[in-house]
């Protein structure tokens, strides 16, 4: 079993930046592609970016594309999500997941989710 923890989120100003932090427990984290998604009010949750199992292929969503950074390390079993030049509209709750695709490019199945962090963007 793979247990995730988020943290890092707050409350910024338009502009600013965030290091968002997924912890995972486990023994089978590195095997794992690993997964941020969002959700903001009112609105369908969606992918942001993606990892593959040993760093070497990311994805990112159009919308955060030169703003956002994926990164992880396997040695302390955590990912991370490096927001730089947030916007208002990235305001959402946002989950880190893993899934046992080797790559997961956008889209696949997903065994483990995080319980979310707030991050809310002002203008």
């Known amino acids: 079993q793979v247990q995730l923890g988020e943290s890092g989120g707050g409350l910024v100003q338009a502009g600013g930046s965030l290091r968002l932090s997924c912890a995972a427990s486990g023994r089978t984290f590195s095997s794992y592609s690993m997964v941020w998604f969002r959700q903001a009010p009112g609105k369908e949750r969606e992918f942001v970016a993606s990892?593959?199992?040993?760093?070497?292929?990311?994805d990112y969503a159009d919308s955060v594309k030169g703003r956002f950074t994926i990164s992880r390390d396997n040695a302390k079993n955590t990912v991370y999500l490096q927001m730089n030049s947030l916007k208002p509209e990235d305001t959402a709750v946002y989950y880190c997941?893993?899934?046992?695709?080797?790559?997961?490019?956008?889209?696949?199945?997903?065994?483990?989710w995080g319980q979310g962090t707030q991050v809310t963007v002002s203008s």
């Open positions: 997941a893993g899934s046992p695709s080797r790559d997961f490019s956008g889209s696949g199945p997903i065994n483990y």
């Open positions: 990892i593959n199992w040993n760093g070497g292929t990311t």
